[in-house]
């Protein structure tokens, strides 16, 4: 019975380990997306969907860890920009 819990305990955490890989796959995947959605904001990632967005990233962590009891992928999503060129204007993502 003691191996059982010691190997459920790691096979869990290898599952989530695995979970918070795809969940950075899919946030770079879309990160273009949540530029024009999410500028300057942090967003939390969990299960590959958005579970929270806000300004303090510590903050956010502790809300998403609260309500879901899992940790999420946050980071943070930089503004696109805007550029001119002669006369002509463009807002780029970078």
């Known amino acids: 019975m003691y191996c059982y819990v010691f190997w459920g ?6 599952d989530e380990d695995v979970r918070f890989e795809r969940d950075s ?13 999410y500028p300057d904001k942090y967003v939390a990632v969990l299960d590959r969907r958005v579970v929270g967005v806000g300004g303090d990233g510590e903050k956010l962590y502790v809300e998403v860890v609260g309500k879901y009891g899992r940790d999420p992928v ?12 002669g006369r002509l204007r463009a807002r780029v993502l970078v």
């Open 74 to 85: 946050i980071d943070f999503v930089k503004d696109t920009k805007t550029i001119q060129v």
């Open 9 to 14: 305990v790691f096979l869990a955490e290898v």
């Open 25 to 37: 796959e899919w946030f770079s995947k879309r990160y273009r997306d949540f530029q024009v959605d």
